[in-house]
């Protein structure tokens, strides 16, 4: 089990300690376990099957079946979600160069209004 417990530390690209944190094991406790020193708890096994949802407890405590219960992996969503990112950066850039834009173009108009208004007194004067 040790091995499939490293096999999703490394899938997530995650360190011992990380991985650790995340399930909310004790740094020290789970590295007692991972080096043999003490056996894996059910506490241990528990809280990576909730930590992390999509891994399946079959296969890490049988070592059956796949790893993943998802067909889409996490890695696809994090690429996918980067890719998420850039585009809403490149829009939230185009929305901030239109809204210059529109600041401008409104000063201006309000000019050219002043300036309108000015032109039709001097003709209700003259």
């Not at 059910?42 to 790893?67: C, H, P, Q, Y």
């Amino acid at each position: 089990m040790i091995s499939r417990i490293r096999a999703i530390i490394s899938y997530y690209h995650m360190t011992d300690r990380a991985f650790a944190i995340k399930c909310g094991i004790k740094q020290n406790t789970f590295s007692n376990q991972l080096n043999g020193a003490r056996e894996l708890s059910l506490v241990t096994i528990n809280a990576i099957l909730i930590s992390f949802e999509d891994i399946s407890s079959e296969w890490l405590l049988r070592g059956k079946g796949e790893m993943l219960l998802s067909a889409i992996k996490p890695d696809v969503n994090i690429e996918r979600m980067e890719r998420l990112v850039d585009t809403i950066a490149t829009l939230q850039g185009a929305l901030n160069e239109q809204m210059k834009t529109n600041v401008l173009l409104t000063e201006e108009l309000k000019k050219a209004r002043g300036e309108s208004a000015m032109l039709k007194n001097e003709r209700n004067i003259g």
